[in-house]
């Protein structure tokens, strides 16, 4: 198991802390900037609910006013996703002027297909880096993904970030899919992690995403059904509970074991996400965002009777599967999760 680097480790002071402020002050306001740079994509993912290629991105100069806004209003770090991140020209211009200008850390996630070309104008700005990969196996991963050729290049990119960036915290993550319960695929993902040096998060896909009313909408038929669903998580968390380099933790796991019981979300407690258009979504119903950053002033957004609502109305809501709502749902209710080896790990 890879150990938290030095760089990583001043992070997640800084997040704790802040998470236990804001557990104590119980006002609801997020210090995380969940942000989908662009949802372009060269990728083609049969699960993906987030590609949209035809959106038009925010442009360079707003992202840093509302990330300046963001600043002011107490946020401490971004966690910048897609689509793929590295198909913005700019994205070294904006990690680079919000970890170093606005002093925020950075959370970069990626495909990896552009990484080797472009790592040095965007990694040394970033403090955690995730990197998508579906299966060990590189006609599996490619097939995908729908582009030929990915795995090769993802698997070169690692090893030349870790050479010329050591103090980046690298992961992987794998959505469990699927294809995953073919035999050895998890023992390869978990061998291939541990080879690397590097840990591996497994994120069970998402099936739907909120509309309004309760309408669903971008429905995926590539999640597993239950009694597969609860043995792949079954053996992940053996593996887990073995010492294997697994970033979730082992109550992530039991949820799908238990057939998704249910739990309260927290999340909108901690983040706020905002799409590559610039909208606040409302996770609860994406058909009425909680408003625009190219229109209104962050502060706007968040005084409004639509953006505290969210936080306690998402407590009654289960339908994501990602651990980074439902592992961070469990941390704010249950703060020693980061500290057990049971629990989360962020390497």
């Not at 552009?114 to 196996?137: C, G, H, K, N, T």
């Not at 053996?235 to 074991?257: C, D, T, V």
């Not at 709502?325 to 057990?340: A, K, Q, T």
């Amino acid at each position: 198991m890879t150990s938290t680097t030095p760089r990583m480790q001043t992070v997640l002071t800084k997040l704790a802390g802040r998470a236990i402020e804001a557990r104590q002050r119980g006002d609801g306001r997020p210090f995380v900037v969940g942000l989908f740079i662009t949802q372009h994509c060269m990728c083609d993912c049969k699960s993906c609910l987030w590609k949209h290629n035809d959106w038009e991105n925010v442009p360079t100069e707003t992202l840093k006013r509302f990330y300046r806004e963001a600043r002011d209003e107490g946020f401490v770090a971004t966690a910048i996703t897609g689509g793929e991140p590295f198909m913005r020209r700019d994205l070294g211009e904006i990690v680079r002027y919000v970890h170093d200008e606005l002093d925020m850390a950075v959370l970069l996630f990626t495909t990896g297909w552009y990484l080797e070309r472009r790592m040095d104008e965007v990694l040394p700005w970033v403090d955690m880096l995730m990197l998508s990969l579906d299966s060990a196996r590189p006609e599996r991963h490619d097939e995908i993904r729908r582009l030929p050729g990915l795995h090769a290049r993802l698997m070169s990119s690692i090893k030349r970030v870790k050479q010329r960036y050591p103090e980046l915290s690298v992961q992987l993550n794998t959505c469990v899919q699927r294809g995953l319960e073919a035999d050895g695929e998890i023992d390869e993902l978990v061998a291939l992690a541990d080879r690397l040096g590097v840990p591996i998060s497994f994120d069970v896909i998402t099936p739907f995403r909120n509309g309004a009313e309760g309408s669903h909408f971008s429905l995926t038929d590539m999640g597993l059904p239950q009694a597969e669903l609860a043995r792949v998580c079954s053996e992940l968390s053996a593996k887990k509970h073995a010492g294997a380099p697994i970033l979730n933790s082992e109550r992530y796991f039991q949820y799908f074991i238990d057939g998704r019981p249910g739990y309260r979300c927290h999340f909108p407690k901690l983040a706020m996400s905002v799409d590559a258009r610039g909208m606040v979504e409302n996770c609860l119903d994406l058909d009425h965002p909680l408003g625009n950053i190219q229109t209104t002033p962050l502060a706007g957004i968040m005084q409004s009777p639509a953006f505290s609502g969210l936080r306690c109305a998402a407590e009654s809501c289960s339908s994501c599967s990602s651990p980074t709502m439902v592992d961070m749902s469990h941390v704010w209710e249950d703060p020693g999760l980061v500290f057990r080896s049971d629990g989360i790990a962020i390497g």
